[in-house]
């Protein structure tokens, strides 16, 4: 029997990321524990939401600053003024448009 090590594909290495689609159409992966506030920090004007806290005509919610990112999980970079802003279909059409083509760009340059 011989040792064998499989490496992980660019799709499971992308899981093992927390995302950050940041308000310029940039997509940064954090592979460390990060805290929502550090991110928040470098980016003042700014607040993060989580992919799944974003429903159409609700209100967006920020994420605790104290609060770690999750690997495999997504996060949008928003203006603060979002953060009173009920989101609409074409708000967030346009957000998964841009999530889905950085997303595409980030698994075929590996």
């Known amino acids: 029997m011989g040792n064998c090590k499989s490496m992980p594909s660019p799709q ?14 940039i997509m940064k992966e954090f592979r460390e524990p990060i805290k929502a506030g550090d991110i928040i920090g470098h980016n003042s004007g ?13 209100f967006m919610v920020s994420v605790n600053s104290e609060e770690e ?3 495999g999980d997504l996060y949008f ?5 979002k953060l009173q802003y009920v989101l609409s279909v ?13 997303i595409k760009q980030i698994i075929s340059s590996r």
């Open 90 to 102: 074409s708000d967030m059409a346009a957000m998964v448009f841009k999530a889905n083509s950085a």
């Open 46 to 58: 700014y607040f993060l939401c989580h992919w799944d806290c974003l429903h159409i005509d609700k």
């Open 77 to 81: 970079l928003l203006p603060l003024c």
């Open 69 to 71: 990112l999750e690997l």
């Open 12 to 25: 499971t290495q992308f899981m093992q990321t927390a995302k950050v689609m940041f308000f310029n159409g």
